[in-house]
C-alpha cells in the first residue's frame, strides 16, 4: 500500500526549536545516545521508561521536598510505584511562574463580558482561597468539590484546595441536583463551591434551586462558597455557613503548598455514568504533573509565550487539560457559553481577539463550522494560530481538509485521543511529526501503545484492541469506593492480564501513526465483518444536508441483525429518497459496502453524555428492548427526552417484526 502524503509537514526552524527538541538533545547528551528524530525518542521512551520519566522531571525542573532517587519502583499494572519517597504538590509547580501583570486566565462569557486575572492576582486569591479553607478545617485528604461553570473561579478552586493536600471535583451546573449529588455524595465533602448560574445558547441559567437542591443533598457539606457568575442574588443553604467568593479570596496569605507523596489524590473525576452509577476516577499529584507536561510542553509546544484555549466545560477532562496549560506559564482562556452562539464563528473571534496560539475544540464543531460555510483565515486575523487540537471523537479526513484550506495551511491540526481515566492523551501531535489526513501524528511519549487482534497479539496496518502494555504515571490510582480494587482491575486489565485494554479500535499504521475507529463494545459485525461507528460517521457526517448520525448493530432474539443509521438533517434539508441513496453510497463507497444500513431514520437530536460523546451501547440496548433504567442513567444523558423517543423506535421495530409474514 502506497503512503499517503501529508497535509502538513514541520517546518523545520519552528520544529528545531521546539520543546520536544530541546528534550530530545537533553536526553541524548545525558546517556551518550544519538536519537535522530521523534520515533527514535518515542521508541527510547517506552523502552527506558526509568531514564525517560526521570529525564522528564529534570528537564522541566520539578520541584519536590528531595530528590527522586528512583523514578518506578515497580512496573506492574496496576499498581505501578512512581517515585517513591518523594513529596510534592502540582500546585507548586504552577505558582513558581512570577507574579506579573501578564494574564494567567482570561475569562469570557457568551454575552462577551470578558475580564483578566493576572499572574499576580492568581497567587494572591490562591493563596487567600486556601487560607479560607483552612479556617474552614479543610486539610489534608478533605474533600471539596465544586458546582461550577467554567470560569477562573472553578480554577482558583481548584488550585486553592490542591495546595492545602485536599481532593477536588467540580461538575458543570448542566448536571440537574440529583445528578451532581450521584457523584459529590461519594465523596463525603465538607465545603461546596457553587454559581448562581452560567450562560448557554443565549440563555441565562438560573441555577440557585439546583444548588440549594444539592446543598441538601451532601450531609458532609459545613460550608458554601458562592461565585456571583450571573448577578442573580444570594444563595440560601440554610443553616450552613455561606461566604462569598469575592470575600474569601480577599485576604493576602502567602500560598504555602503542602508537600504530599507523588501519588497523594489530587482529583476525583467521574465518569459519564450511562450505564451506572458514576465512578469515581482519583488522579495524583505527580502523574498528573509530569504527563501534563509532555503532552502540553512536548506533544503541543505548549510555553509561557502562549495563549491557550480549549473549549470545554467543568465536566469533561479538558477541563483539567486547560489549568494545567499553568503548569509551563501559558496563559489559559476560561469560556462560559456555547461554542455556536450567536453562531458558529464565535469561538474563531475569541481566537482572533486574544491571539491564540494554541486552539482545541472538538470535531462536532469543526464539521459544524464547515457546514456553516465558515473561512476563519480569510474572515480573522489568525496570525497567532499555530495548533489546532481537537479531541472528543474521532476526526473525520474531511476536516483535514477544511482546516488546511480554510483555517491555514500552516496551522498543525493536532488531534488527540485519550480519556477520562488517563486525563490525559495516549496519541496525538507533535511538532517534528507530519500531520496525515485522517490519522492521529504518533503515540505520546512514554506510551506503551499496541493495537492488538484477537489472539493478542501486535499487529500493524490492521485493526486492532488499543492496548498500553507499560504503565504511564497518569494512569488512576484507584477507583473512590473499591476496596481491593476490583471495579478497576475490571475496567482495563481483566481482558489482558497486567495489560490496560482502552476499548477503541485503532490502526497503527507503518509511519507510527493512529487511527482511530470507535469504541470496540459498539463495534458494527455484520456476518462476521467489523467495522468502527467512526468510519461510518466519516463517510455520512461530511454530507451537507447531515448534521450529526448514530450508527448501532443491534443483534436480535432469534440470530437477527437490524443496523439502522439515525441522522440528524441540517436546516431545511428533507430525507427523501435521493439522500438516502446519497447516504448509502458514501457508506459503500468511502466505509464498506457490507455495513450499508438496513434502515435511514431522521430524528430530531442525537443523544450525547454530558461530554459530548454519542452515547451508543445505551442507545443499542433500548433497541433490543431494555427499559430505560436498565439501559441507562438520565441524569447523564444531555438531552433525557431522546430515550424514550429511541426506545418508542425500538418497540415499533420489534413489533414490525412480530407481525405475521
Not at 529525564?55 to 499498581?79: H, N
Not at 460555510?373 to 495548533?387: F, K
Not at 495489560?499 to 493512529?514: A, C, L, P, Q, Y
Not at 433497541?623 to 433525557?640: E, N, W
Amino acid at each position: 500500500m502506497s503512503t499517503p502524503e501529508p497535509i502538513w509537514t514541520p517546518d523545520t526552524s519552528v520544529a528545531a526549536d521546539s520543546a520536544v527538541e530541546r528534550f530530545r538533545a537533553f536526553v541524548n547528551d545525558r546517556h551518550h545516545l544519538a536519537l535522530a528524530d521523534y520515533p527514535e525518542l518515542h521508541r527510547w521512551s517506552v523502552e527506558q521508561l526509568e531514564q525517560f520519566w526521570s529525564a522528564v522531571w529534570d528537564f522541566f525542573g520539578v520541584r519536590s521536598d528531595a530528590p527522586p532517587t528512583v523514578a518506578i519502583g515497580e512496573i506492574t499494572m496496576p499498581g505501578a510505584d512512581w517515585f517513591p519517597g518523594t513529596r510534592l504538590n502540582y500546585v507548586a509547580q504552577i505558582l513558581r511562574h512570577p507574579r506579573t501583570a501578564e494574564p494567567a486566565i482570561i475569562d469570557i462569557a457568551e454575552d462577551g463580558t470578558e475580564s483578566a486575572v493576572s499572574w499576580t492576582e492568581l497567587h494572591r486569591r490562591v493563596g487567600a482561597l486556601a487560607a479560607t479553607l483552612r479556617e474552614l478545617g479543610v486539610g489534608v485528604g478533605d474533600r471539596v468539590v465544586g458546582y461550577l461553570p467554567n470560569t477562573s473561579a472553578a480554577i482558583v478552586g481548584l488550585l486553592a484546595t490542591a495546595s492545602l493536600g485536599a481532593i477536588w471535583s467540580v461538575c458543570g451546573q448542566d448536571y440537574a441536583a440529583k445528578g451532581a449529588a450521584d457523584r459529590f455524595a461519594q465523596l463525603e465533602p465538607s465545603v461546596l463551591f457553587t454559581a448562581d448560574g452560567y450562560q448557554h445558547n443565549g440563555t441565562r441559567h438560573d441555577r440557585r434551586a439546583e444548588a440549594r437542591d444539592l446543598v441538601g443533598r451532601l450531609a458532609t457539606l459545613t460550608a458554601v462558597i458562592t461565585v456571583d457568575n450571573l448577578g442573580l442574588g444570594p444563595l440560601d443553604a440554610g443553616a450552613l455557613r455561606v461566604l462569598d467568593y469575592v470575600a474569601a479570596t480577599s485576604g493576602d496569605a502567602a500560598v504555602e503548598p503542602e508537600p504530599v507523596p507523588f501519588d497523594h489524590p489530587l482529583w476525583v473525576l467521574f465518569t459519564s455514568g450511562t450505564t451506572g452509577a458514576p465512578k469515581g476516577i482519583v488522579h495524583g499529584h505527580g502523574g498528573v504533573l509530569l504527563e501534563h507536561l509532555v503532552m502540553l510542553a512536548l506533544q503541543c509546544d505548549l510555553s509561557e509565550r502562549d495563549v491557550f484555549f480549549w473549549y470545554t466545560t467543568t465536566n469533561w477532562m479538558m477541563w483539567n487539560m486547560v489549568v494545567s496549560g499553568l503548569l509551563v506559564g501559558a496563559t489559559v482562556v476560561a469560556y462560559d457559553g456555547s461554542p455556536l452562539a450567536p453562531d458558529a464563528d464565535r469561538l474563531w473571534r475569541v481566537v482572533e481577539r486574544h491571539r491564540v496560539s494554541v486552539f482545541g475544540t472538538s470535531p462536532g464543531h469543526l464539521l459544524a463550522c464547515e457546514k456553516a460555510g465558515l473561512h476563519p483565515a480569510a474572515e480573522h486575523a489568525l496570525s497567532a494560530l499555530r495548533l489546532l487540537g481537537c479531541t472528543g471523537a474521532a476526526l473525520p479526513v474531511s476536516a483535514y481538509h477544511w482546516v488546511h484550506e480554510q483555517v491555514g495551511a500552516r496551522v498543525q491540526l493536532g488531534s488527540t485521543s485519550g480519556g477520562t481515566d488517563l486525563v490525559a492523551g495516549f496519541v496525538g501531535s507533535a511538532p517534528t511529526v507530519p500531520v496525515w489526513p485522517g490519522e492521529i501524528s504518533a503515540i505520546n511519549l512514554g506510551v506503551a501503545l499496541q493495537a492488538w487482534d484477537a489472539d493478542g497479539r501486535p499487529v500493524v496496518g490492521e485493526v486492532g484492541e488499543l492496548v498500553v502494555t507499560k504503565p504511564i504515571p497518569s494512569m488512576p490510582l484507584y477507583f473512590w469506593n473499591d476496596p481491593g480494587g476490583a471495579r478497576y482491575h475490571d475496567a482495563y486489565f481483566a481482558t489482558y492480564p497486567g495489560v490496560w485494554r482502552h476499548g477503541d479500535w485503532i490502526t497503527v499504521t507503518e509511519r507510527g501513526s493512529v487511527i482511530v475507529h470507535g469504541r470496540s463494545d459498539a463495534t458494527l459485525n455484520r456476518n462476521g465483518v467489523r467495522l468502527g461507528s467512526a468510519d461510518i460517521y466519516d463517510a455520512v457526517e461530511q454530507i451537507p444536508q447531515i448534521a450529526e448520525a448514530l450508527v448501532l448493530g443491534v443483534e436480535e432474539g432469534d440470530g437477527g441483525y437490524w443496523m439502522p443509521l439515525f441522522v440528524v438533517l441540517a436546516p431545511g434539508a428533507e430525507l427523501d429518497d435521493a439522500l438516502r441513496e446519497r447516504i448509502r453510497t458514501a457508506i459503500r463507497t468511502n466505509a464498506s459496502p457490507r455495513h450499508v444500513p438496513d434502515e435511514v431514520i431522521a430524528v430530531r437530536a442525537i443523544p450525547h453524555t454530558r461530554t459530548g460523546k454519542k452515547i451508543e451501547v445505551p442507545v443499542k440496548r433500548l433497541l433490543q428492548g431494555a427499559t430505560a433504567d436498565q439501559a441507562l442513567s438520565l441524569a447523564a444523558v444531555d438531552d433525557p427526552s431522546l430515550i424514550e423517543l429511541f426506545a418508542g423506535i425500538g418497540r415499533a421495530h420489534r413489533a414490525h417484526r412480530a407481525q405475521p409474514g
